[in-house]
Protein backbone atom coordinates (compact mmCIF):
# COMPACT_ATOMS: atom_id res chain seq x y z
CA UNK A 1 0.00 0.00 0.00
CA UNK A 2 1.09 3.53 -0.88
CA UNK A 3 0.59 6.42 1.46
CA UNK A 4 1.67 10.10 0.45
CA UNK A 5 2.55 12.62 3.12
CA UNK A 6 3.88 15.90 3.23
CA UNK A 7 1.25 18.60 2.01
CA UNK A 8 0.21 21.22 3.44
CA UNK A 9 -0.33 24.98 3.34
CA UNK A 10 2.24 27.08 1.42
CA UNK A 11 2.21 30.63 -0.06
CA UNK A 12 2.70 31.22 -3.56
CA UNK A 13 6.12 31.13 -4.39
CA UNK A 14 7.10 29.11 -1.11
CA UNK A 15 7.80 25.09 -1.60
CA UNK A 16 6.89 21.86 -0.42
CA UNK A 17 8.42 18.43 0.03
CA UNK A 18 5.97 15.35 -0.57
CA UNK A 19 7.34 12.17 0.36
CA UNK A 20 5.48 8.41 -0.93
CA UNK A 21 5.94 5.23 0.91
CA UNK A 22 5.27 1.53 0.89
CA UNK A 23 4.21 -0.85 3.64
CA UNK A 24 4.10 -4.58 2.98
CA UNK A 25 5.93 -4.27 -0.56
CA UNK A 26 9.18 -2.94 -2.03
CA UNK A 27 9.79 0.27 -4.86
CA UNK A 28 12.79 -0.79 -5.72
CA UNK A 29 11.62 -2.94 -9.06
CA UNK A 30 8.44 -0.06 -9.43
CA UNK A 31 8.36 2.66 -12.05
CA UNK A 32 6.84 5.70 -9.59
CA UNK A 33 4.72 8.46 -10.30
CA UNK A 34 2.59 11.66 -8.77
CA UNK A 35 -0.12 13.04 -10.18
CA UNK A 36 -3.02 15.49 -8.45
CA UNK A 37 -6.17 16.04 -8.90
CA UNK A 38 -8.81 19.15 -7.96
CA UNK A 39 -12.77 18.72 -7.51
CA UNK A 40 -14.47 18.94 -10.71
CA UNK A 41 -10.92 18.10 -12.77
CA UNK A 42 -9.98 14.94 -14.37
CA UNK A 43 -6.48 13.52 -12.37
CA UNK A 44 -3.44 15.38 -13.95
CA UNK A 45 -0.14 13.67 -14.23
CA UNK A 46 2.79 15.44 -12.40
CA UNK A 47 5.90 12.81 -12.69
CA UNK A 48 7.12 9.89 -13.17
CA UNK A 49 10.78 8.70 -12.40
CA UNK A 50 12.10 5.10 -13.95
CA UNK A 51 12.74 1.82 -11.25
CA UNK A 52 16.67 2.72 -11.68
CA UNK A 53 15.79 6.79 -11.22
CA UNK A 54 17.87 7.68 -14.51
CA UNK A 55 14.90 8.56 -16.49
CA UNK A 56 12.43 11.47 -14.91
CA UNK A 57 9.57 13.02 -16.83
CA UNK A 58 7.40 16.24 -15.65
CA UNK A 59 4.26 17.87 -17.36
CA UNK A 60 4.92 21.03 -18.73
CA UNK A 61 3.35 22.94 -15.87
CA UNK A 62 5.75 22.01 -13.33
CA UNK A 63 8.91 21.62 -15.30
CA UNK A 64 11.82 23.46 -13.81
CA UNK A 65 9.69 24.11 -10.70
CA UNK A 66 9.21 20.26 -9.12
CA UNK A 67 12.02 17.94 -9.10
CA UNK A 68 11.48 14.08 -8.42
CA UNK A 69 13.31 11.60 -6.25
CA UNK A 70 13.64 7.97 -4.62
CA UNK A 71 15.64 6.55 -2.06
CA UNK A 72 15.34 3.05 -1.49
CA UNK A 73 11.82 2.73 -0.24
CA UNK A 74 10.47 6.05 -1.05
CA UNK A 75 9.37 8.76 -3.05
CA UNK A 76 10.10 11.95 -3.13
CA UNK A 77 8.53 15.24 -4.82
CA UNK A 78 10.25 18.71 -3.95
CA UNK A 79 8.01 21.34 -4.99
CA UNK A 80 9.37 24.96 -5.61
CA UNK A 81 8.03 28.04 -6.85
CA UNK A 82 5.08 26.89 -5.77
CA UNK A 83 1.79 28.75 -7.91
CA UNK A 84 -1.97 28.83 -6.48
CA UNK A 85 -2.92 26.33 -9.12
CA UNK A 86 -0.76 24.00 -7.90
CA UNK A 87 -3.11 23.31 -5.00
CA UNK A 88 -4.84 19.87 -5.37
CA UNK A 89 -4.47 16.65 -3.99
CA UNK A 90 -1.57 14.67 -4.65
CA UNK A 91 -1.05 11.17 -4.93
CA UNK A 92 1.59 8.56 -5.57
CA UNK A 93 1.64 5.71 -7.81
CA UNK A 94 3.65 2.57 -8.65
CA UNK A 95 3.63 -0.07 -11.34
CA UNK A 96 6.47 -2.94 -12.14
CA UNK A 97 5.67 -2.85 -15.84
CA UNK A 98 5.65 0.76 -16.24
CA UNK A 99 7.92 2.57 -18.28
CA UNK A 100 8.84 5.85 -18.02
CA UNK A 101 10.14 7.55 -21.34
CA UNK A 102 10.19 11.25 -22.59
CA UNK A 103 6.90 12.56 -24.09
CA UNK A 104 4.50 9.49 -22.37
CA UNK A 105 2.70 9.68 -19.58
CA UNK A 106 3.26 6.03 -17.72
CA UNK A 107 0.19 3.67 -16.78
CA UNK A 108 0.72 2.66 -13.08
CA UNK A 109 -1.80 -0.04 -11.48
CA UNK A 110 -0.84 0.98 -7.32
CA UNK A 111 -2.59 3.81 -6.57
CA UNK A 112 -2.12 5.41 -2.72
CA UNK A 113 -4.03 7.70 -0.48
CA UNK A 114 -3.48 11.59 -1.85
CA UNK A 115 -1.92 14.52 0.43
CA UNK A 116 -3.46 17.64 0.25
CA UNK A 117 -1.60 20.93 -0.67
CA UNK A 118 -2.94 24.65 -0.44
CA UNK A 119 -1.06 27.59 -1.93
CA UNK A 120 -2.50 30.82 -1.08
CA UNK A 121 -1.68 33.57 -3.43
Known amino acids: QLQASGGGLAQAGGSLRLSCAAS????????MGWFRQVPGKEREFVAA??????TKVYADSVKGRFAISRDNNMMYLQMNSLKPEDTAVYSC??????????????????WGQGTQVTVSS
Open 93 to 110: AADQWATVVPGRIPAFRS
Open 24 to 31: GRTLRLSA
Open 49 to 54: ISRSGT
